[in-house]
Every structure is written in C-alpha cells, then in structure tokens.
C-alpha cells in the first residue's frame, strides 16, 4: 500500500473521531486543509523516513483528542506550510480565511527567528508566546500538541537536539501546558522530557514501579472494592480508577523532597468520577466513614479551584496499614483537569460557568504576562521572572471583602499587594494578617486574610527583592527602582552641575542647545540627560563637564570628563563653585548614608562620589573620610534642609555599674526622650562594670543631645559617648 493511501486511511480515521463533535460542513474544511498540506508538503520527509504529512496529522490527531474546534485543526494541518514551503500567509488567507491565516502564522513565528544565544533563544522563544497567546490561546495550543508529536519522535534525532529540545519542554512547554491546565499532555511532555535527557533514571524508575505494581495489585485490588462496596451501599454513582505516579514526578519528589522510591510507592491513589458536585461531597463523606482521614491532608478545589482552574476534592486516609489518595470530582471536572483552557470549545456551548470562570483565569494570566512584558529590559529577566509564576503549588488567601486570590507557595504580602495593582505594590507600607499588624515578609498561608496597608509618596524598597517570590511584584520593583535612579542621578548630576558653573559664573540656563551637544557629542553620550544621570552616579565629574560647557569649543581640555581620567586636573579651593548643597535627608538610590560615621541631621557633612553608585554622605571628621571621591572629584560641602523629619540610626556607647534592672531604666529613659531602639547589646561586663552598645533612632542632633541627656541622669551611668567606627 502507498504512503498516500495510509495518509488517506489515517485522514479518514480522523473525520470518524471528528463526527462526535463536529457537523459535516467543518469536518469538511479540516479535510481541505489536509490535502491542501499534503500537496504543499510533496516530496518532504521526515527524520524518521515517514512523508513530512504524518506529522501536521499527527499533531491534528492530538488535537482532536481534545475535542479542539475546526479552526484549530485545520491550523494544525497547515503549521508548517508558511515557513517549510515557502506558500505565504495572504495565499492561506484567501483558502480558508482570515482566522485560520493568522493561527498559523503565529505558529510560525514562535519558531522562526534566528537566536545568539540558548538561553536568549528560550526567552525570546517565550517572549513571542507571550504575545502570541494575547491574540489567540489557540495558537499555544496547536504549538503544544505540535511539541508533544516532536517529543514522541525524538529518538530520531542526534544526542544533543534531543538534550537541548528535552531541557527546553521541561522548562516551558510542560509548565505552561500545566499553567492552562492541561494536566494529560503536561505528564506527557514531562515523562518524554525526563526520559530523553536522564534515559538510564528514566528506565531504572519505570522497572521499579512495574515490579512494585505487580506485588501491590492484592492491596489495591482490596482498596477498590470496599470503595465500590460503600458507594454502592449509600447508592452512589461513580467510578473508580486507580491513579499512576508519573515517572517525572516520582523522580522529582526523591531529588527535591528527599523521599526514598518506597516513600513515594506506598501511597495508594485512586480517583472517584462521579455526576454532580453534590454527590463529590457526599462521596466525601461515605470514604470517610470507611477509612479514617489524616487531619490537615483535605483539600477542597471545587470551592476553590486552583489558578489553572483545576477542580477536586483531595483527601488522604490511612487504611489497610497503608496510606490512600483519593480524589473526587465530576465527568465535566475530569475532562477540565485533564485538557484545562482546550476544553473550553467542548463546552463552549453548554455556557459551562465553570469554563467562563478558567478562560477569565487564563485571560488574566496572560495580560500578566503582557504587563510584565512592557516592564522589563531583556527576554532573560523577563523568563526569569515568568519561570516563577508557572509554579506548581498555589496558596489561596482572601482580601478583605472576601475576594479569593491565588499565590504561588511561599508568597508574601508585597506579593499579594502586586497582585491586586501595580500601584498598590508601590505604595505599600505595612499589612494586616487576619486583622493583626503582619510583616510585610512573612510568607502568607491559606486561607488568611490580608489587607495592605499604603500611604501616599511611599515607594518599593530595594529590600523587597530578597523575599518577593511573584515575577510581577519582582518585575514591578526592578522597573521603579530603575527609572526612580534615573531620575534621582538626573536631579543630583543637574545640582552638582549648577554648583559647578557657578564657579566660573555661569548658570545652566546660559549654555546654549549647540554648546550642549557638542559636549555631548565629545563625550560619546546619547543626551544630556545621559551626561548629567552619568555625573549623578559619579562617572563623571561635574567640573569638568562644566568647563567643557563654558569653552568655546565644547572640548575644554584633553582629557574626556569621564571617571577615572581626570586624575591630572587640580582644583582650586575656590574652583568647584559657591554655596553649598542642601539634603533633605531622605535616603534614596543615589545619595546615601555613610554606615561608618552615621551622620545625622545638624552634624558638619561632605559628601563623596562613588563611581557608578552617586553620592555618599559622611561626618567632616569621619576618620574613614576620603581625601577625593572615587572619580578624583572634590568633596561636596552639603548642609542639612531645615524641616527634617525622617529618622537616623545613632550608635552610643553606655559604661554603667552593674544593678538590677538598670537596662530596663536605660531603655525607658530613651523611651522618655521620644527615642526609638533598634538594637540593645551588652558588649562587655565584669563583677562592678557593663557596657551596652545602643543603636537608637534620632531625628538630629537637638533629639540626640536629649537622649543622651536624660540616659546621664541614670545614677548608675558613668560615661556616655557617640559612636563612630
């Protein structure tokens, strides 16, 4: 028999399987489509040897499985016609219409461009996914069924395709077909993944478990007809199956969890598929009257199903000496659990709420990924924060007003302040947790409620990083911090930069646009928004660029005015401008706080360029004080903004006579004097004398001078001093 012929068999067997769902008319097109491929596709083969057609019908064969409308089919059939035949999308466009044109053409795309790197090929791979699947779910999940056909013929391939396709299913295919809930061709891709990349794990584990089923069937056996026993006794419908380990996720539990092969084996798992959610419950319960439940091991995903859409009931009960996972759930919430966001054109037109409910979860997710998208630099850090939300394990907690949202494990109240807005993340300052006062890096558990707590002006803190586990809160801080940096090195270079001209009496509003950019230009610089953020960080010096700025060629001397180069140039005393800098004291990403001298408000202050980090205020009599910035750039005589209100650590050092409960008098005579502790330390003592070290919050130096006012008047005080390392 032909090639043709077997295609031609194999297409009619496809048309059977599509009569169950599908009227004439479409099962019609999807035929078209077909041979339409097959001729465009003429004379290709296949590694395997097979006609290239084989496979186009194999990935619409999967596809079929789940019930997928024509459209997609007949995307299925065409994917590969625009980029291996060389027929473009308008030709397709004219054949079977606009739709059908665009589903495999952004197919296509997700494939096509060329990459430099791995790494960057996956990110940028899942950034056009990304925007694909914003148009048209239909075209990721054409791409799935045509990844899972490519996985089931791999070994066709040389060692390292089939590493490098097996890495990157594991990595994104799998977890985004687990993400919209495809949970029957999630498993698949992950055991053909696991299989290709660790084959020796892969059959050690497969042996294991085959002889392990052989000497457990008894038991098993047992277990499902006392299940069926008990329904039948309460006249319950329902099914019982029993529930295969995945060889991936057997392999994963003893990597990551530390469990041995028989941890994981001697648990029994079986699913009961019944009719109605209300028998899900009462099934429940007549189990549960067989075999006693293990507390804290129940979980109801039909109340709240988890951010896939799946739905279960999941309980464990220990029975026979043995443990047993049961899972129950209704015929529609199996076909949802098992083909998630494809189910959807199944029961599209039974207007299934439980379908609405997962499309909107899917709806939202990718409009996730799309802001996330807009916000982030390179497709590296924007895969790196995506990775994280195609996470396996979910937690669900309520806002105040009883609305549930899903995190993934180990979220934090930053996380879920992101979750609910962009500007809510932002302005976060505190959180209540079940109505009491919480930190805002506590991870969050299910089934608290949490309420975020903003106040106007507040903004993300860089520390914020070290715990948010969420790629949109990640993605949101990295995104502010960046442009709040820009624009604090901006204000600083533009400041140092007046003080600087002053100098030679000039302002910033003489230098004309022409002058501006020939100095730009000198200085290999895009703006001058550039060359003032670069003297704002410390790159470059502020004098320099000013005597660039008032010469007449833009040039001023021969060195470029860039950090490090201008090592050569001696300032005057007189020469770096009049006046001082005022700081308002708030610390941000460019100007901060010497830890070695602590200065507060009211102390005698310079400040120091870093390179690349801006400006770092110490005391003028800081002992670690730099004779010149990083750069060679002079010290910057600062002074203190009158209307300080923020707080500043100050370290004192208390030499006291040891009595009973003097720590307790030291602590409320700070208390006293409005003081705030931070940290209290006793550093070292003998039979008559004790020193504490004391790190208490002061808003100057009139506050600190009470302070330490009031800690003297303890009659047991000897010596009181400020600290300065």
């Given amino acids: 028999m032909s090639a043709g012929a077997t295609a031609l068999i194999s297409v009619d067997t496809l048309a059977d399987q599509l009569s169950t769902y599908l009227d004439t008319p479409r099962i019609n097109q999807v035929r078209r489509a077909y041979y339409y491929a097959e001729q465009a596709h003429e004379g290709q083969m296949r590694r395997s040897g097979e006609p290239y057609i084989t496979h186009p019908l194999a990935v619409a064969n999967i596809l079929a499985d789940m019930k997928l409308d024509h459209q997609s089919l007949m995307a299925a059939m065409?994917?590969?016609?625009?980029?291996?035949?060389?027929?473009?999308?308008?030709?397709?466009?004219?054949?079977?219409?606009?739709?059908?044109?665009?589903?495999?053409?952004?197919?296509?795309?997700?494939?096509?461009?060329?990459?430099?790197?791995?790494?960057?090929?996956?990110?940028?791979?899942?950034?056009?996914?990304?925007?694909?699947?914003?148009?048209?779910?239909?075209?990721?999940?054409?791409?799935?069924?045509?990844?899972?056909?490519?996985?089931?013929?791999?070994?066709?391939?040389?060692?390292?395709?089939?590493?490098?396709?097996?890495?990157?299913?594991?990595?994104?295919?799998?977890?985004?077909?687990?993400?919209?809930?495809?949970?029957?061709?999630?498993?698949?891709?992950e055991d053909l993944g696991f299989s290709f990349l660790y084959p020796m794990r892969s059959r050690y584990i497969s042996k294991a478990v085959e002889t392990l089923r052989g000497s457990h069937r008894e038991i098993i056996d047992e277990i499902r007809g006392r299940l069926e026993e008990k329904l039948n006794e309460r006249g319950l419908p329902?099914?019982?199956?029993?529930?295969?380990?995945?060889?991936?996720?057997?392999?994963?539990?003893?990597?990551?969890?530390?469990?041995?092969?028989?941890?994981?084996?001697?648990?029994?798992?079986?699913?009961?598929?019944?009719?109605?959610?209300?028998?899900?419950?009462?099934?429940?319960?007549?189990?549960?009257?067989?075999?006693?439940?293990?507390?804290?091991?129940?979980?109801?995903?039909?109340?709240?199903?988890?951010?896939?859409?799946?739905?279960?009931?999941?309980?464990?009960?220990?029975?026979?000496?043995?443990?047993?996972?049961?899972?129950?759930?209704?015929?529609?919430?199996?076909?949802?659990?098992?083909?998630?966001?494809?189910?959807?054109?199944?029961?599209?037109?039974?207007?299934?709420?439980?379908?609405?409910?997962?499309?909107?979860?899917?709806?939202?997710?990718?409009?996730?990924?799309?802001?996330?998208?807009?916000?982030?630099?390179?497709?590296?850090?924007?895969i790196e924060n995506v990775k994280v939300d195609l996470f396996p394990d979910e937690i669900y907690v309520f806002t105040p007003k009883g609305k549930i949202l899903e995190l993934p494990a180990g979220a934090t109240p930053i996380d879920f302040a992101y979750a609910i807005h962009t500007d809510i993340g932002n302005a976060c300052v505190a959180?209540?947790?079940?109505?009491?006062?919480?930190?805002?890096?506590?991870?969050?558990?299910?089934?608290?409620?949490?309420?975020?707590?903003?106040?106007?002006?507040?903004?993300?803190n860089p520390a914020w990083l070290g715990f948010v586990v969420t790629g949109k809160a990640r993605s949101s801080i990295?995104?502010?911090?960046?442009?709040?940096?820009?624009a604090e090195s901006l204000e600083l270079g533009k400041t140092l930069l007046r003080k600087s001209l002053a100098g030679f009496g000039y302002k910033l509003g003489d230098i004309g646009e022409e002058q501006r950019q020939r100095v730009c230009d000198h200085n290999q610089v895009g703006s001058f928004d550039d060359l003032l953020s670069d003297i704002g960080l410390g790159n470059r010096m502020a004098y320099i660029v000013a005597r660039q700025l008032v010469s007449d060629?833009?040039?001023?001397?021969?060195?470029?005015?860039?950090?490090?180069?201008?090592?050569?140039?001696?300032?005057?005393?007189?020469?770096?401008?009049?006046?001082?800098?005022?700081?308002?004291?708030?610390?941000?990403m460019v100007i901060r706080f010497a830890s070695c001298c602590k200065p507060i408000p009211g102390d005698p202050v310079v400040g120091v360029m870093e390179s690349g980090t801006g400006m770092v205020i110490h005391s003028d009599t800081c002992r670690k004080l730099p004779e010149r910035g990083a750069d060679g750039s002079p010290l910057t005589h600062l002074k203190w903004a009158k209307d300080i209100t923020d707080e500043f650590s100050v370290e004192l050092r208390v030499e006291l006579e040891r009595q009973r409960g003097v720590i307790a008098e030291l602590a409320s005579a700070v208390s006293m004097a409005d003081g705030n502790i931070e940290r209290i330390n006793v550093e070292e003592q003998n039979a008559r004398l004790s020193v504490v070290s004391l790190v208490v919050h002061v808003n100057g130096r009139r506050h600190l001078a009470r302070i330490m006012r009031r800690v003297r008047n303890i009659r047991a005080v000897t010596h009181i001093g400020r600290v300065r390392h």
């Fill in 431 to 460: 959180c209540r947790i079940n109505r009491n006062l919480g930190s805002l890096s506590q991870p969050l558990q299910s089934g608290q409620t949490v309420e975020v707590i903003t106040a106007p002006g507040a903004r993300p």
């Fill in 553 to 588: 060629s833009g040039e001023g001397t021969p060195d470029s005015g860039h950090a490090g180069g201008q090592g050569v140039v001696s300032l005057q005393p007189g020469d770096h401008g009049r006046g001082t800098i005022t700081i308002r004291g708030t610390e941000g």
């Fill in 78 to 189: 065409l994917h590969d016609v625009i980029e291996d035949t060389g027929i473009p999308k308008d030709a397709l466009s004219e054949q079977f219409g606009e739709a059908v044109a665009d589903l495999v053409d952004g197919v296509s795309k997700l494939t096509q461009i060329e990459f430099r790197s791995r790494a960057e090929a996956q990110a940028e791979n899942f950034q056009k996914m990304t925007l694909a699947m914003a148009r048209d779910i239909r075209v990721i999940l054409v791409k799935l069924a045509d990844r899972l056909h490519n996985m089931r013929t791999l070994g066709h391939m040389s060692f390292e395709k089939r590493r490098r396709i097996a890495t990157e299913t594991l990595d994104i295919y799998a977890p985004i077909a687990n993400r919209l809930g495809m949970h029957s061709l999630c498993t698949e891709l």
């Fill in 238 to 382: 329902g099914r019982i199956m029993g529930r295969e380990k995945h060889l991936n996720s057997i392999y994963n539990k003893m990597k990551f969890k530390h469990k041995s092969f028989h941890e994981i084996m001697d648990v029994y798992a079986f699913r009961i598929i019944t009719d109605t959610t209300d028998d899900c419950y009462r099934i429940l319960g007549a189990v549960h009257s067989l075999y006693k439940p293990l507390p804290g091991r129940f979980k109801d995903y039909i109340a709240m199903p988890k951010a896939n859409g799946y739905q279960s009931l999941h309980t464990t009960l220990f029975g026979m000496h043995v443990n047993i996972e049961i899972q129950i759930r209704t015929e529609e919430m199996e076909h949802i659990a098992n083909n998630g966001i494809a189910a959807h054109w199944l029961y599209k037109n039974d207007n299934s709420s439980v379908l609405e409910v997962s499309q909107r979860r899917v709806d939202r997710w990718v409009k996730g990924l799309m802001e996330m998208r807009e916000r982030t630099d390179d497709s590296l850090e924007f």
């Fill in 478 to 486: 990295r995104h502010f911090l960046k442009y709040q940096k820009k």
